[in-house]
């Protein structure tokens, strides 16, 4: 409750921030440049506004018109399609006339309207580009779909033909740089990024989001100080859309595939005046069969003593659902409010049948049997956000508080049904054994953050800021077991119930300043940790506590330090370090028994400790006329690495325990690059490729193990736009053998191939072939002087997938009016840009 309580304590200092801020700036009169209460609205600006280089119309530019010596908005419009612009309903006075677009140069011009010259026209404008804003951007007459920049990647899910019906996991296995596993955890630069939501913690998983939904995703591959210190692998944001264009505009999409894919949804966008009103829904169905084997060898004195082989099948079918709604309100020209809610919900049942066989130091088959699993699960999460934000009237200088609420709950219903026979057929003793499992589960997570920006002059800036991070989740695990049919009854040891309380209270400064040719911006995190477990029907918990006192206080600050130099608008360096922590999971500390097969089961370790990171990189961006190009050399130290673990149990030879150690320091080198590349205007190719050295050293805890070794991976992507609206997109991958602590990974290699046609930029039709040559497989090899065991098993199938999509909308800034006064019509604008 303390920290609960520490948690609010924030979010009051927040509000009294935003009190401090309102109440100084309320005006003491009438602001110069209003219209006076009895005078007439007649006044009309006119014009046309063209791109200064290339003299065509900067289409859906916005000009605005404001009061002379305040930013009162006092009307506005949208560039139309020949660049033409009109704004009526203009008071009389002097006034300030703004025009801005992204990627141009903002202008502004000033105005006076009076009765006798009520109408004026401004002529034909031009808008200059803005190499600054453009050297993160590709100019181009379509939006690229990977835009690079020196601190981070921009992938842009709209023109990824290949992740349309699908979800998140299948936007991440298309971006440079990033690889997806069998069990959908998403690596990039072999370690495991932290996944937000529209910047914040989420409780969703990655196949819980519709690919519809999601506008970009933002890469991030050495977060600064200002975000959390958990953030080891790196940060991916994914971006849910959200158009603030005045009027309406929306979608609808539908698609199936085979075999039993089907998927479908919609958003809305609704704009005027100070309320912005979004909403969506998607749903996501599949069915899919998929195969597995485990080999294993056990040995003794270099002696082969036996071994074991087994083949899966796996029928799964899975549904989920997703929806958000919420709104934005200006309550006035520099304080924004936004609310939203977010639901999701879904399962999945899988039936597994496993074949088996074990033989004998002679290779002779001493027994065979059969394993039947049955799984039903099901899951349901709703994330609440209130977000404020504050612009000052200096520019650039803003603050931002939120409070974001994420709730979730699941459960799992499981018959595992295990037959062991003799060579001649006969059951051996104890079987048939058959296992149930009743799992259910709770998870609540409130977080509060305070975000502060202060330019202090032209080139300096400083941040500041405040967050708490308050988890909490409940588990149950009733499991029973029949034995030689004599009964279902309790098994005590693998029935389980457990609360877990999970706190993080963070704090954060970073400064940036010129420092000659160069800018650096030096940062420092400070994050208490709390962190307790309890198992309740055994009376056991485990905990700890950073910092405890000062005795470990270096384990609770987190500096990070970049400079950066720009050679000119196309060539820039960067060079960064920062320290992070990578504190265990629940399922990594719990110590009770998970079983995974007839000859295997995982257990957690309570005596696991963090891991630290100190990460080091130096990155290179050039911006050429055909492309961009992006290089990256990179170090990354773990200090007390947690590493899975994999040993032979004690009492039982043929039985491997898989649980979780720290060892002693791991070193990573690496290098990566990515080029993007338009030969021809119509073509675009995008390369990223990674080449990687690690170095494990298990210490004491793991036997002196060590094992080192280079590893690589690279993607392809190729769009090709053909006439009449047509496009085509191939991707290719290839993820080479890894090293683990005990061995190696097997490589993983496949092809998606894309056709789409966009018919009056309205309709658009997408057909995708998912791993062409259905070559996708996982899998490791484990070798020790006592085991050699090989696992491959599969996540998907190929397969073939056709999405229909209709795009509506139109820009229409009187859209409510007319709803509620028909025959109303157009107008000047009342709203704010």
Known sequence: MKFLKFSLVLFGLGLCFLSIDVQAQMPAGMPAGAARPNMPKIGRIYGKLLDAQSRKPVEYATV???????????????????????????????????????????????????????????????????????ATVEISEERSNVVMSIDRRNYTVDKDLTSQGGTALEVMRNIPGLTVDADGGVKMRNASPTIFVDGRPTTLSLDQIPAEQIERVEVITNPSAKFDASTTGGILNVVLKKNTKPGYNGSVNAGVGI????????????????????????????????????????????????????????YQSRLFQFGRFGFDYQLSNRNLLTVSQSFGGGGFTMNDEQQFSNVNGSRDIISTGQQFNQQENFWRNGTTQLLFKHNAPKEGKEWTADLTYNRSRNGTDALYDLRTFDIGGAALPGMPRLQKNDGSGRSEVLTF??????????????????????????????????????????????????????????????????????????????????????????????????????????????????????????????????RKINRPGWMQLMPFIMFADAQSFRIGNPALAPEFFNLAEINYSKQYDKGNYLGSVYVRQTQDVITSFVYVLPTDSSILVNSFINGNNQWSYGTEHSVKYSPVKALDLTLNANVFYTDIQGGNALGNLSNQGFSWNAKLIA????????????????????????????????????VA???????????????????RRFGNVFSTPFFYQEVMRRRDTRFVRLTVSYRFGEFDVSLLKRMRRPGGGGGGMEMDF
């Open 757 to 775: 046609k966009s018919h009056k930029q309205v309709w658009n039709f997408n057909l995708t072939v998912s791993d062409v040559f259905n070559t």
């Open 259 to 314: 075999v039993g894919r089907y998927n479908g949804g919609f958003n809305l966008n609704i704009k005027e005046g100070k309320l912005n009103f979004f909403g969506a829904y998607n749903a996501n169905q599949a069915n899919y069969n998929v195969e597995g084997y485990t080999i294993r060898e056990n040995f003794r004195n270099d002696d082969f003593i036996g071994g074991f082989r087994q083949d899966n099948l796996n």
């Open 64 to 134: 605005t018109v404001l009061a002379a010596r305040k930013d009162s908005i006092l009307g506005g419009s949208l560039v139309q399609s020949n660049g033409d612009f009109s704004v009526d309903k203009l008071p009389f006075g002097q006034h300030r006339v703004r025009f801005s677009f992204i990627g141009y140069k903002p202008i502004e011009k000033q105005v006076t309207i009076t009765p006798q010259k009520f109408e004026l026209d401004l002529g034909n404008l031009r808008l200059e580009i803005d190499a600054a804003q453009l």
């Open 449 to 578: 953050q305070f975000d502060y920006v202060d330019p202090l002059t032209e080139k300096s800036k400083l941040e500041w800021g405040l967050r708490s991070n308050y988890k909490i989740n409940a588990s149950k695990l009733d499991v029973q077991i029949n034995q030689a049919n004599a009964g279902f009854v309790a098994d005590t040891s693998l029935t389980n119930y457990f609360d877990v309380d999970d706190i993080i209270n963070a704090a954060y400064v970073n400064y940036s300043a010129p420092l000659g040719k160069w800018t650096y911006s030096a940062g420092m995190r400070f994050e208490q940790t709390y962190f307790i477990a309890n198992i309740t029907n055994k009376n056991q918990s485990f905990e700890y506590l950073y910092p405890r006192g000062f005795d470990n206080l270096g384990k609770a600050l987190f500096p990070s330090l970049f400079f950066s130099r720009k050679f000119d608008a196309k060539n820039e360096l960067q060079l960064n370090f920062s």
């Open 719 to 754: 769009q090709y736009r053909l006439p009449k609206n047509w496009n085509v997109q191939l991707n290719g991958d290839y993820e080479a053998p890894r090293i683990i602590p005990q061995g190696r990974t097997i490589p993983v290699f496949g092809s998606d191939f894309s």
